[in-house]
């Protein structure tokens, strides 16, 4: 699986960390990390929470990642941003506990995790841990498993109010402030990982327009 990573300007400073994290339990896993930024708080290009969530949009809608991590200082914005998307189905993750119910409950394709409230000592054991119960494994099975079917239809149910709800990805990406697209993937690997990942060509070709 693909797995991206974006971080968001106010908790930069600990992007080091989290790739660190997330890297140690997803590749031995045979799982691909993609790091979108921010690197450090200095990157000229900065990502707001509002950004983290158009670009888990893009990634996910173009096939360009199966799943994405991301976060902010709460972890509420980049969630609320990211469901805002068409198919996008993110979940607030604090703790393994959290990890292993969305994984199993949800079965969403992006978390968004607090790096500022909460986050102290052994913080990187907290992050292993969330990314281990996430990506180690089937997701969906279900908690209690007997549950299991009557989740994967409700699971169904909200994928179809979602697509009643929301616009197509090409739509969103055409209507919303060129200004805010422009910055959100003006990520400095963002050219190198994404269009060699993209499945969508319409999105891409979008893309590629707006840096001509
Ligand atoms: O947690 C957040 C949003 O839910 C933000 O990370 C937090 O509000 C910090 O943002 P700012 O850049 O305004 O200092």
Known sequence: ?????????????????????????????????????????????????????????????????????????????????????????????????DAFLFGQINDGNAISMPYSKGFGWAAELNLQDVYRKLFDGERGLGYPKERAAIMKTNRGILKSLKEASCRDMLTVLKTVDQDLLKAAIAGEKFADLFYANCKDEAISDYLRGLSA
Do not use: R, W
Request: glycine share 12%; net charge negative; with cysteine.
């Open 1 to 97: 699986m693909k797995i991206a990573l974006i971080i968001e300007n106010s908790q930069a400073a600990k992007a080091s960390l989290v790739h660190e994290s997330l890297a140690a339990v997803a590749e031995p896993l045979g799982h691909e990390v993609h790091h979108y930024g921010m690197y450090t708080p200095e990157d000229k290009a900065s990502l707001t929470y509002v950004m983290n969530g158009l670009l888990t949009g893009i990634l996910l809608n173009s096939g360009a990642a199966d799943f994405v991590v991301t976060g902010c200082g709460t972890g509420m914005g980049s969630m609320l941003a990211a469901n805002s998307m068409p198919g996008v189905f993110c979940g607030l993750v604090i703790d393994p506990t």
